[in-house]
């Protein structure tokens, strides 16, 4: 198994990255602490079980009836889009960051997504901060959409201890298909698949007293969703989405790139350690 291993100047803040498993970063570590959970061992089952940061491309979670109709014809997409299991290449890799790449077959072309793409993910690490960098080029004749999105599992031994807070008005739970004002804190102890949107501003804020680390999300303004799933033992996501599930098929937050044109999207995960 590829494996490739950045970190900061001072080696206090180290991550692995696997082309071969979906071009995600796996293992977080910070002052020798795990910040995201990842099981290696479930990789030949699923990537997204796995834990690490799955990427998300072009629509997160699924499409209705796993379709979506473009210019009268309809296509196929699978569970959280076409890349999550694909191999990357390997564009360069320093010291403390790596970028990836992959682009599309004819054969998905067809049947899932009707366009050219490249999609570029960079994974830099500078002092306490890890950056997340997704670009992604049209190379296709018509405008494409999309809404591109991360699956970070953060580590939680114990959810009693683990605390989020985002910068969202709202959020439905998809176990019960409630919806909510994010006017109290979660209680992450009990199952829960939320999708938090209406956002009032780009940070989430995740305090781990179990784990002893402090994380801060920040998102580009092109981010309108966070997702929180509680459903597995030993961790929570945290998933910044440029849309919402299904968004491709309700025409909400969807982005379009004009043919020959490139988009990026960045987020940064800031971290410190709680005493």
């Known amino acids: 198994m590829k494996k490739i291993v950045i970190s900061n100047d001072d080696g206090g803040l180290s991550a692995e990255v696997l082309p071969d498993y979906g071009g995600m970063l796996t293992r977080l570590n910070y002052h020798g602490k795990d910040v995201i959970f990842f099981d290696e061992?479930?990789?030949?089952?699923?990537n997204v079980l796995a834990g690490g940061c799955p990427v998300l491309f072009p629509f997160p979670s699924r499409t209705k009836n796993d379709t979506y109709t473009l210019n009268g014809k309809t296509y196929t997409m699978p569970f959280h889009g076409l890349v999550k299991c694909s191999s990357f290449g390997v564009v360069e890799t320093k010291k403390n960051s790596t970028t990836l790449y992959i682009t599309n077959n004819e054969a998905s072309q067809s049947?899932?997504?009707?366009?050219?793409?490249?999609?570029?993910?960079?994974?830099t690490l500078k002092n306490d901060t890890v950056e997340f960098l997704a670009a992604i080029a049209n190379r296709s004749s018509?405008?494409?959409p999309h809404?591109?999105?991360?699956?970070?599992?953060?580590?939680a031994?114990?959810?009693?201890?683990?605390?989020?807070d985002t910068d969202m008005r709202r959020y439905?739970?998809?176990l019960d298909g409630k919806e909510y004002e994010n006017n109290i804190p979660l209680?992450?102890?009990r199952e829960?698949?939320?999708?938090?949107?209406?956002?009032?501003?780009?940070?989430?804020?995740i305090i781990n007293k179990a784990d002893g680390y402090h994380a801060t999300i920040e998102t580009d303004d092109s981010y309108e969703s966070l997702v929180v799933c509680t459903l597995f033992d030993g961790r929570v996501t945290a998933e910044p989405w440029l849309g919402l599930p299904d968004s491709i098929n309700t025409g909400k937050y969807v982005k379009w790139i004009d043919p020959g044109s490139r988009e990026t999207y960045s987020l940064t995960i800031q971290l410190s350690d709680l005493l």
Not at 41 to 46: E, I, N, Q, R
Not at 147 to 155: A, D, I, S
């Open 41 to 46: 061992d479930m990789l030949h089952k699923s």
């Open 111 to 123: 049947e899932n997504y009707p366009f050219d793409f490249r999609l570029e993910v960079t994974y």
């Open 142 to 144: 018509e405008p494409m």
């Open 147 to 155: 809404y591109f999105g991360w699956h970070h599992y953060f580590t």
């Open 157 to 164: 031994s114990d959810k009693a201890e683990f605390q989020l």
């Open 172 to 174: 439905v739970n998809y």
């Open 187 to 189: 209680d992450l102890t």
């Open 192 to 205: 829960g698949d939320y999708v938090f949107y209406e956002k009032t501003g780009n940070k989430t804020e």
